[in-house]
Nanobody
């Protein structure tokens, strides 16, 4: 099982970036994907979640209305479109996979629910 996050970079406040999480070794029928971020000196926090098996998506309140998560099954890739970026979005972003179960992502924001992690991709938003 592998997850590879990419797409980070430096962007001005108000700008956009699209992060990608390319996966291999499992299918989206069995695993949901979460995006997390961790800024220096802060705890890792859940940003967004998507499950192909039941179509559910979740967002942290801090990104709702600005970020959009999606799946491209043909490319085995999950995207996080980030618009109207703010300086407080500056973080290292990680994608992770969790086995789909009957809870349907009830605790999607909890990093301990995820079995597999990709390496991070750094996002810096300048003022």
């Amino acid at each position: 099982v592998q997850l590879q996050a990419s797409g980070g970079g430096l962007v001005q406040a108000g700008g956009s970036l699209r992060l990608s999480c390319a996966v291999s070794g499992f299918t989206f029928d069995d695993y949901a994907i979460g995006w997390f971020r961790q800024a220096p000196g802060k705890e890792r926090e859940g940003v967004s979640y998507i499950s192909s098996s039941d179509g559910s998506t979740y967002y942290a309140n801090s990104v709702k209305g600005r970020f959009t998560i999606s799946i491209d099954n043909a490319k085995n890739t999950v995207y996080l479109q980030m618009n109207s970026l703010k300086t407080e979005d500056t973080s290292v972003y990680y994608c992770a996979a969790t086995y789909v179960d009957s809870l349907h992502g009830k605790y999607w924001y909890n990093q301990h629910e995820y079995e597999y992690w990709g390496q991070g991709t750094e996002v810096t938003v300048s003022s």
